[in-house]
């Protein structure tokens, strides 16, 4: 014989909610939470129900209580969207739950959540296991350094190309961002690259890997993205450029521009003419190999020599001479050059293709 149906007690719990007493309106608010999770079925209008009475009975809570209750239904993905709307906008112990985890928030409920509250909740939704392009770019905005990072190191939050150029532009500048940048899977080939001259060692390395497995396709496209953008201003030249340019071109001429020659030029103090050299040597631009220079980049000069295919030795003679005033320069030039033997020609080249885009930027 088949069994009665037992009746809703929703009616009943909602008229009690009426009830003017702060114990029994949690005692009541517990209780509909367990008559939530316990019900098998719900009609659309008991959802409705649930959501407006368990909104309200929330409200006159302490925050302490709204945060069991934002933990209980963050989960849920039928909780009712009145319920996980409002605590989504309580404060950032009671929102952070639901803004981390909750399916029923819609895009509109996030953008809601990310452009009026704070660094809390704009972390907690940086978190989530997708983030929109819409949201994505509300939190570049808005966010700190340490909102950008927890977005940066989340795979499932995508970033148009605007914010992620935004993005770079500000983790160039925070060596706190370096990782997260570098490491995030999603970010656009050439703005990788314009993290190489500011990460620290281990990450140049990681970039080169990726520049050695990227398809020829992505590449060219990437290179194509990276000369839309790059317009910048690097400095104005030095006040012997003129001269030291007209000498190196004489030389050229003469079949006597040689990389033995570039080292004669750093040994005798001709910086200028070995910075032209060596731009024309590897098809860059002057600022570029000034910037390799000045700060002693020897990781990123050995990717210009073995671009140039080099001998070991000669690029280990470039490393000495800039290091001159090191104490320890042979050890530390020895370390570039084993560095030297493992880096590939095919990575240089990869790399310097994106150096180069300086250098038509620069042309145009």
């Known amino acids: 014989m088949k069994q009665a149906a037992t009746p809703s007690r929703l009616p009943d719990l909602i008229a009690l909610a009426e009830e003017g007493s702060s114990e029994k309106r949690r005692t009541l608010l517990r209780e509909l939470t367990e008559h939530f999770f316990g019900s098998s079925a719900r009609t659309a ?3 409705i ?8 009975l929330a409200a006159d809570m302490e925050s302490v209580v709204r945060a069991e209750l934002s933990a209980r239904f963050a989960g849920a993905p039928d909780a009712p969207h009145a319920l996980i709307r409002k605590l989504a906008n309580d404060e950032a112990a009671v929102a952070g739950a639901v803004l981390a985890t909750s399916p029923v928030l819609t895009d509109e409920d996030l953008l809601g959540v990310v452009r009026k509250h704070g660094q ?29 990072g927890t977005l940066l190191r989340n795979d499932g939050a995508r970033l148009s190309r605007k914010s992620s150029e935004a993005a770079v532009q500000r983790a160039r500048l925070n060596p706190a961002l370096h990782e997260a940048t570098v490491s995030r899977n999603t970010l656009p080939p050439d703005l990788l690259n314009e ?21 020829p396709a992505l590449l060219e496209s990437a290179l194509a993205a990276g000369r839309a953008r790059i317009a910048t201003d690097d400095g104005a030249l030095p006040a012997d450029y003129a001269k030291c340019l007209a000498y190196v071109e004489e030389l050229k001429a003469a079949g006597q521009l040689t990389p033995q020659m570039l080292a004669r030029f750093l040994r005798s103090g001709g910086t200028t003419s070995f910075l032209i050299a060596l731009a024309q040597l590897a098809d860059i631009d002057f600022h570029t190999a000034r910037q ?3 700060r002693r980049e020897l990781d990123a000069l050995a990717v210009v020599c073995k671009s140039a295919d080099l001998d070991r030795a000669l690029f280990l003679t470039y490393a000495v001479v800039l290091l001159n005033d090191d104490g320890e320069a042979m050890a530390k030039a020895h370390s570039y ?4 033997a493992e880096l ?7 790399t310097l293709r994106f150096w180069r885009i300086r250098r038509g930027a620069a042309a145009a």
């Open 45 to 47: 209008a008991e959802d």
């Open 49 to 56: 129900h649930y959501g407006a009475v368990l909104a309200s």
């Open 120 to 148: 809390d909740h704009l972390r907690a939704v940086s978190a989530r296991t997708t983030v929109s392009e819409a949201v994505s770019e509300v939190i570049v905005e808005r966010g700190d350094d340490e909102t950008l």
């Open 195 to 215: 993290m190489y001259f500011v990460v620290e060692a281990r990450l140049r390395t990681r970039i080169l890997e990726q520049n050695a497995r990227m398809d």
């Open 292 to 294: 390799i220079v000045e």
């Open 337 to 340: 050059a084993r560095m030297y």
């Open 344 to 350: 590939t020609r095919d990575a240089a080249l990869r």
